[in-house]
């Protein structure tokens, strides 16, 4: 098993980043949801992604799926849609605020158990903490968006998890991954639809 994600192309990335595109506008109008037609065989291979949508620079959404159980172009749309109108902490997107939003796809490398806390590289890996059937995910950009260390990461990660902020001291099963995280500055909409 690798600790890398997939390696994606520029193409693979842009073709991901408009999948996401047409999945927010379609599910934010009320429309079907986005059945993407990628016949490339790096985007139909089970991947596991999360799509953050930002407004202004503040999170307006999150979601994605932790395991490759879906092809990779499906898990992007279906994250990018869920992102936008079903993460429980926002109201749903709206199409007023396409000028204003931001996608970002993190691609995750698969999980993998690491037994010492202090292997964990912030700023290169993302964190998926579970005990006692509860778990929680950030993602590598989180800890250094908020310039946490190791310790505040793990506990942010716990308490995300609805677990006791040291629960990563006291058994939890910790795992890291590695994303490739991309971004453009496209709009949601392009001009004139």
Request: charge should be negative.
């Amino acid at each position: 098993m690798t600790d890398a994600p997939p390696v994606l192309t520029p193409e693979h990335r842009a073709a991901l980043l408009a999948i996401a595109r047409r999945a927010i506008r379609e599910r934010a109008r009320g429309g079907h949801d986005v059945i993407p037609e990628a016949d490339d065989p790096a985007l139909q291979a089970p991947g596991a992604a999360f799509v953050t949508i930002t407004r202004d620079g503040d999170l307006r959404g999150c979601i994605g799926y932790v395991d490759p159980i879906k092809p990779l172009a499906e898990a992007v749309a279906h994250s990018a849609a869920s992102a936008a109108t079903a993460d429980p902490r926002f109201p749903p997107v709206t199409p007023e605020e396409f000028p204003h939003l931001r996608i970002e796809v993190s691609v995750l490398s698969p999980l993998r158990v690491i037994p010492d806390p202090t292997a964990i590289e912030v700023g290169t890996h993302g964190l998926y903490i579970s005990q006692a059937g509860r778990h929680g995910l950030l993602l590598p950009q989180v800890a250094t968006e908020f310039g946490w260390d190791r310790d505040t990461f793990l506990r942010q990660a716990c308490l995300k998890a609805g677990l006791p902020g040291d629960a990563w001291q006291q058994g939890a099963e910790i795992q890291v991954f590695s994303v490739d995280r991309f971004t453009d500055d496209l709009p949601i909409e392009p001009s004139g639809s």
